[in-house]
């Protein structure tokens, strides 16, 4: 094989790794967005049970270890884990862990308003994680 030959093969194996690289970036990135969302949506969900409980007995039902699992709760935490553990970016990593952190603190509260200050920090958590990910995406096709 010529050193020319070598050269080309060298090429072509680093594109094909490059490509594979950014093609499981991307299919990670994008399954993290989608947990994120899972996450949201359960902690939502969650507290409009929470909330309709207060409504009709007054009295915030703060969760305790003895509180039934929230909806779809547990499968959307390991879900976002699972995908993070797959993201190289460490802001996306650690946005995505803000947010899991943020809505288990709302859904965990211990009185409305407690609850209401860690909702309001979600919102924005996730805006400013998917203009991170708006960022990336580009480069990763």
Same mark, same amino acid.
């Given at each position: ?17 490059? %490509? $594979?690289?950014? %093609? ?14 899972? #996450? =949201? ?25 003895? %509180? ?23 802001? *996306?990593?650690? #946005?995505?862990?803000? *947010? ?6 709302? =859904?965990?509260?211990?009185? *409305?308003?407690? $609850?209401?200050?860690?909702?309001? $920090?979600?919102?924005?958590?996730? =805006? ?5 990910? %708006?960022?990336?995406?580009?480069? #990763?096709?």
């Amino acid at each position: 094989m010529t050193r020319r030959e070598r050269s080309a093969r060298d090429e072509q194996y680093e594109r094909d790794r490059r %490509t $594979a690289r950014d %093609t499981f970036q991307r299919d990670s990135i994008l399954a993290l967005q989608t947990a994120i969302s899972d #996450l =949201i949506r359960a902690a939502y969900q969650e507290l409009d049970r929470v909330l309709a409980e207060f409504n009709r007995t007054g009295s915030w039902p703060a969760r305790q270890w003895e %509180t039934p699992t929230a909806v779809d709760w547990s499968d959307a935490v390991l879900r976002l884990e699972l995908a993070r553990a797959r993201v190289f970016d460490d802001q *996306l990593r650690s #946005l995505a862990a803000e *947010l899991r952190t943020r809505a288990g603190d709302s =859904i965990w509260a211990g009185n *409305l308003k407690a $609850a209401k200050e860690h909702d309001q $920090a979600i919102e924005p958590l996730q =805006i400013r994680f998917n203009e991170v990910v %708006t960022s990336i995406l580009p480069s #990763l096709y």
